[in-house]
């Protein structure tokens, strides 16, 4: 049972250039989440899935992409690359929201020159 | 906008001495939980307390919840250096999501 993997750990991208982050649980858990994590500013939802086949926006949206083909995977896009998105970036399950914890991976370092 | 603020910001005690962290948000909640973050690594959940519970205990972990004042606060009691993380706060306001806090840095000396 590994919980919550990413794919990469860390990244250097060039400006305007684009990558895929992969998010796997194997919790059987119905949602997923993608935050940012920024020094000073917290954990910040980029997107969410409440199901297979299902993403919504979270509070900074712009500039990623989301996908949930199959319930254990969601992928959280960059289709071109900018400073800004110089991060540390978390991914997280959990059963429902409502008195669910929320199960994080290890994180990835993104740095985008 | 953050929904929660930890205060303070940053915390430094003896090894043994109770650690206080609290948190404030805006808007009414189903539900408040903590999280532990140890340098480099992910999250780990702590505790989770309803908006109808007022305290709820943990092991060393102790967290209060006042709605009236859209407050909460956790007490570590005899701390160990091994408490040494990032403590956030996050709040589900029935949208589906999280809403998490700056954070709070406790450091626990030897």
């Known amino acids: 049972n590994a919980g919550v993997t990413q794919t990469p750990k860390f990244r250097v991208l060039k400006t305007g250039q684009s990558m895929t982050l992969l998010c796997a649980q194997d919790m059987n858990h119905e949602y997923m989440y993608w935050y940012r994590q920024d020094p000073g500013m917290g954990l910040r939802l980029i997107h969410y899935?409440?199901?297979?086949?299902?993403?919504a926006k979270g509070e900074v949206p712009d500039g990623y992409n989301v996908s949930r083909l199959k319930k254990q995977n969601f992928l959280l896009g960059l289709e071109s690359a900018a400073p800004s998105q110089t991060s540390v970036y978390f991914c997280?399950?959990?059963?429902?929201?409502?008195?669910?914890?929320?199960?994080f991976g290890p994180g990835t370092r993104l740095t985008v020159l | 906008s953050q929904q929660g603020e930890e205060d303070p910001q940053a915390l430094s005690i003896q090894e043994g001495e109770n650690a206080t962290m609290n948190c404030s948000y805006k808007t009414s909640i189903n539900n408040l939980q903590w999280y532990r973050q140890n340098s480099g690594r992910g999250l780990v959940h702590l505790i989770l307390?309803?908006?109808?519970?007022r305290e709820k205990h943990s092991g060393r972990l102790r967290v209060t919840l006042d709605t009236s004042k859209k407050s909460s606060s956790l007490l570590i009691t005899a701390s160990r250096a091994a408490d040494t993380a990032s403590y956030f706060c996050?709040?589900?306001?029935?949208?589906?999501?999280?809403?998490f806090g700056t954070g709070t840095r406790l450091k626990v000396l030897a």
């Open positions: 307390i309803r908006s109808n519970e």
């Open positions: 997280a399950s959990s059963w429902t929201t409502y008195y669910n914890e929320q199960f």
């Open positions: 996050a709040t589900d306001s029935g949208t589906y999501k999280y809403i």
């Open positions: 899935s409440v199901g297979e086949g299902t993403t």
